[in-house]
Every structure is written in structure tokens, then in C-alpha cells.
């Protein structure tokens, strides 16, 4: 058994005595860090007088589990993970793995068939077994949907990897469709898969892509150039109050209107670009921050133009090109013109595919400019400034389009959230989005495409998923709220994400142009002066 020395004493300490150690210090950091935030709470009574709840069981209940789990890593979870690099003695071979153990086909099997029967007797389950009963069987369900999916990644983890793209475009064009039909068999009926896909469609299809889509934006500036931009919500606010104002006031198409919300973003790019050409570091962060904030303060005093705090409301939505409306009342209404049941999740659905083409429309842009002399120049800028002013390249230009495309894939966004919420206000640009856009670029990996729509799917979805988890409710009370924790829960996984793949999901910082072969180089060039 390993034993811990101590240089101080000449103690000799247990893993279990350590681990006893440090779950008592956990737990007391826990304490002082949560007395405030869950033990007290303010709220008001009927009199509309401000009172202070206890919630002295929740707060127990937080520092106990803070300190078992630290008990449980420190002594078994390290001696684990520390004999799975020693081979065996006898056999020369390495330990079985941790996922080839946990992924196996009689569990898999039973995963498939417990599935089966939660979904094929949903609406029964609350009249057999009770609400509460039934909420933690749905719990259950959705534990077994994620451990067959991640069996057939597992099991399937070569063909995945070498069709990554194909595959993962499949599923996001076929995603909609298969809500739809998943519902539909459920219910047995069309229009109530129809209308149950709603929920699914927007909150984790449009949502995650909003931000897949402004993470791409400002994988820009951070990931390829290496300049901290902390204010880029000030791109996407002004996308969305140049289409909400433009089309509000002068009935402009949408089609009209994003590239014109694009164009102007790229133009405050710019703008913002100038003043910081000689900042790097926290320097250039700090400005980023307060140019999101003065845009933010201007769309909350600009009330002649903005409406203030109340914002713009009745914004148009997308039309089809002009060829048919989503508006029920209009003649050229889509459920009219194709002669099909009246729905609303036919404009979802056509957000969705929207959005999901203008993602794919900034993935093919990043990807061809990052194979240009300009997107070298942002690798290069990336790396080290003055070795990049002494290879000739202009830094001014590098660092202007570099924010200027950034902020017109922001502008995109921006007008897209406009059309889709119908509704804007400053409330939706605060510095907490640019802070949670800048985190998805840095858990994904700065610089990966997959590795950051892989973090704002697990991100964003993880946190819409929170609102789904009512069985918590039972466990902590009714007043439980389970989406007020996704802030904590985002910067746990922050901290483990940083521990375990400091680079992120998907981190590479591969140049973009080397060489394919040996090719022999003529001595005329190495003479002074030309190489």
C-alpha cells in the first residue's frame, strides 16, 4: 500500500487517513464558500418586507456530498487511476480498461430493453407507480438513453472518428425529423409530435446552434488570431437591434437585412479594432470588456431609438424567401399553400434548418480562410507578435480582419436571435453571454471547430436539460429550483475540463500549412539575405 511522508514530521500517513484529511478540508471549504450563497436566502413575505430564509439541510447536504466525494477520489479514485498504468506482473499486459469494463453487451442489452419499456409505457407510469415513483423512472430512462449512446460511440469509435463530419451533419439535418417521428409513435398521432417537438426543436436544436454559431464567431479573434475579446456580445446585440429596428420601421426582408446586420457589425469590428491595434493580453481584454459594456448602456439610454429597458417588440419573422409566410393569417400561409394541418412548429422547424445553415456557412468560411496567406497571418499573430512583424506582415490588417470577421458572425447571430424571439432588449447582451460564449471557445479547444460545437452542445444542452430534471424537486422540496444551479454546474465542469484537457474538448494547435515531403532546397537560396 502507498503510504504519504511527510518533510515536516516524520509522520507517515495512510490513503485513507489522507483522504480523511482532505474531505474534511473540502467540506470546510465548502462551508465557507456556500454558507452565504445556499444556507441564507433573501426573499419577501406577503407584507412585501425583506426576510432571510434558512436553508441550513441544503447546505448540510452540499458540504457532506463536497466532502464524501473527495473522500471517495482520494481513496479509490487516485489508487485506481494509478494502477491502471501498471502492467501486470505475470502477464507482461496492461490492465483492462476503465470503458471496456463499463460497456459491455449484457448491460447494453439491458439498457435497450429498459428504454424500450420506459417509452412504450410513459403515460402509464405516473398511474401505476404514483408522481414521485414516476418522475424518478423517467430519471432512469434518460440514464439509460445516455448509456446506449454512449455504448454505440464506444463500440463504433473508429468508423465515428474517420466520418466524423458526414456523420455529425447527418444527424444535426435529420435531428428535427427524428424529434418529430419520436414523438408522433409516442403519442400516436402526427400533430401531437408536431407540437411536443417544439420544446426539442427550440430549446436544444436552435438555442445550441445560436451559440455553436457565436462560438465559431469568436473562434475568430481568440482561437486563431489570440486576441481576448471579453465584450463580443456587443456584435451580437447590435446584429439583433439593426434587423429589429430596420425591419420594425421600414418593413425590410430578412434576407435583406442580415447581411446588412453583418456588414455594420463588421464595421464596429473595425472601429474597435483601431484603438486596440497596440494592446495584447489583459489589456486588450479590458478594453473588449468596457466597448460591451458602452453598447449595452447605449441600447439602455439610446430611448429614441432603442426604447430603452422595455426594448423592441413585434419584430417580423422569416419568411420563406418570399414565397410563404408563417403568419396563420396571411394568404400565402405555408399550411395553406402545401394544403397541410395548421401548426406552429413548422416555423421552428425552418428556424432551425436556417440556423443551422448559417453555422455551416461560418464552419466552411473559418475553415477556407484558415488555408489563406490571412488565416496564416492569424496563426501567426497567435503565436508570437514580433517574430510576425519581422516576417512582414502587416499586424494592423491581420488584427482589423480578424475582428471584423468575428464581429460580422456575431452581427449573423444577432439578427437571427432578433426573427426568432420576435422581441429584443439589453437584457439579453449582458457581459455574462460574452463570458459564457469566451468559456465554450476555451473548453472546446481554441482553434477546433468540433471541439467547440462539441462544448456548447454539452454546455448549453447540459443547462436546458436542468429544466427537465422536476424529479429533483421530490429529493430537495418543491421549491427547488433546478435551472438556478446551471451557473455552478458550468464552472465545475470549467474547473474538471481545465484539470483533465487544459487545451480543451478537442485542443490542436497544428499549424494549417506544412510540408508533405522532403524536398531538397538549392544552396543559392541559403546565401545571406534569402534564407
Given at each position: 500500500m502507498a503510504v504519504t511522508v511527510s518533510p515536516e514530521r516524520d509522520t507517515v500517513a495512510s490513503p485513507m487517513q489522507r483522504a480523511l484529511r482532505e474531505a474534511f478540508y473540502a467540506g470546510a471549504i465548502a462551508l465557507g464558500l456556500f454558507v452565504l450563497f445556499i444556507g441564507l436566502r433573501t426573499d419577501q413575505n406577503i407584507s412585501n418586507e425583506l426576510v432571510v430564509v434558512q436553508r441550513w439541510g441544503l447546505l448540510a447536504a452540499v458540504v457532506i456530498a463536497t466532502a464524501v466525494g473527495?473522500?471517495?477520489?482520494?481513496?479509490?479514485?487516485?489508487?485506481?487511476?494509478?494502477?491502471?498504468?501498471?502492467?501486470?506482473?505475470?502477464?507482461?499486459?496492461?490492465?483492462?480498461?476503465v470503458a471496456s469494463r463499463f460497456f459491455t453487451l449484457p448491460t447494453f442489452i439491458g439498457a435497450v430493453i429498459a428504454m424500450v419499456l420506459l417509452f412504450v409505457f410513459n403515460s402509464s407510469l405516473a398511474g401505476w407507480f404514483g408522481a414521485e415513483p414516476a418522475g424518478y423512472l423517467q430519471f432512469l430512462r434518460a440514464l439509460a438513453v445516455i448509456y446506449v449512446l454512449a455504448c454505440v460511440i464506444y463500440y463504433f469509435r473508429a468508423f465515428i472518428h474517420a466520418n466524423f463530419t458526414k456523420l455529425g451533419i447527418s444527424a444535426l439535418v435529420l435531428y428535427p425529423i427524428l424529434v418529430v417521428a419520436v414523438l408522433s409513435l409516442n403519442a400516436w398521432s402526427?400533430?401531437?409530435?408536431l407540437q411536443g417537438s417544439l420544446k426539442w426543436v427550440d430549446n436544444f436544436g436552435i438555442q445550441i446552434l445560436?451559440?455553436?454559431?457565436?462560438?465559431?464567431?469568436?473562434?475568430?479573434?481568440?482561437?486563431?488570431?489570440?486576441?481576448?475579446?471579453?465584450?463580443?456580445?456587443?456584435?451580437?446585440?447590435?446584429?439583433?437591434?439593426?434587423?429589429?429596428?430596420?425591419a420594425t420601421h421600414f418593413g425590410l426582408s430578412f434576407w435583406i437585412l442580415l447581411p446588412a446586420?453583418?456588414?455594420?457589425?463588421?464595421?464596429?469590428?473595425?472601429?474597435?479594432?483601431?484603438?486596440?491595434?497596440?494592446?495584447?493580453?489583459?489589456?486588450?481584454a479590458i478594453v473588449t470588456l468596457a466597448?460591451?459594456?458602452?453598447?449595452?448602456?447605449?441600447l439602455i439610454n439610446w430611448r429614441e431609438v432603442t426604447n430603452g429597458s422595455a426594448g423592441i417588440s413585434g419584430i417580423p419573422k422569416v419568411s420563406f424567401f418570399g414565397l410563404m409566410s408563417f403568419n396563420v393569417s396571411d394568404p400565402n400561409y405555408i399550411a395553406k399553400v402545401l394544403n397541410i394541418a395548421t401548426s406552429s412548429a413548422y416555423y421552428k422547424i425552418f428556424l432551425y434548418y436556417l440556423i443551422l445553415g448559417l453555422c455551416l456557412l461560418t464552419a466552411f468560411v473559418t475553415i477556407r480562410l484558415r488555408r489563406l496567406p490571412v488565416g496564416r497571418a492569424w496563426e501567426a499573430l497567435r503565436e508570437d507578435e514580433i517574430a510576425c512583424r519581422s516576417l512582414g506582415i502587416n499586424t494592423t490588417t491581420t488584427k482589423l480582419t480578424a475582428f471584423a470577421t468575428g464581429a460580422m458572425f456575431g452581427g449573423f447571430a444577432g439578427s437571427f436571435f432578433a426573427a426568432r424571439q420576435g422581441f429584443v432588449s439589453p437584457e439579453s447582451f449582458v457581459f455574462l453571454e460574452s463570458a459564457i460564449i469566451l468559456a465554450i471557445v476555451v473548453l472546446g479547444g481554441m482553434g477546433s471547430l468540433v471541439g467547440i460545437a462539441v462544448a456548447a452542445m454539452v454546455m448549453i444542452g447540459g443547462t436546458e436539460a436542468l429544466r427537465e430534471l422536476d424529479f429533483l424537486k421530490q429529493v430537495f422540496g418543491p421549491d427547488f429550483t433546478p435551472e438556478l444551479y446551471r451557473m455552478l454546474l458550468f464552472g465545475m465542469a470549467m474547473v474538471i475540463v481545465m484539470l483533465w484537457k487544459p487545451r480543451g474538448?478537442?485542443?490542436?494547435?497544428?499549424?494549417?500549412?506544412?510540408?508533405?515531403e522532403r524536398r531538397a532546397v538549392s544552396g543559392s537560396f541559403t546565401k545571406e539575405g534569402h534564407g
Open positions: 473527495r473522500f471517495l477520489y482520494v481513496a479509490y479514485g487516485q489508487p485506481f487511476m494509478a494502477n491502471q498504468k501498471i502492467a501486470d506482473v505475470a502477464t507482461g499486459l496492461m490492465p483492462a480498461s402526427v400533430a401531437t409530435g445560436i451559440y455553436v454559431m457565436l462560438a465559431w464567431g469568436l473562434n475568430i479573434v481568440v482561437g486563431l488570431a489570440g486576441l481576448l475579446d471579453l465584450g463580443y456580445v456587443a456584435f451580437y446585440a447590435l446584429g439583433a437591434y439593426a434587423y429589429a429596428l430596420l446586420a453583418g456588414a455594420m457589425a463588421a464595421l464596429w469590428g473595425v472601429l474597435l479594432g483601431f484603438p486596440v491595434l497596440r494592446l495584447r493580453g489583459d489589456y486588450l466597448f460591451g459594456e458602452i453598447i449595452r448602456l447605449v474538448f478537442v485542443g490542436s494547435r497544428e499549424p494549417t500549412a506544412f510540408l508533405r
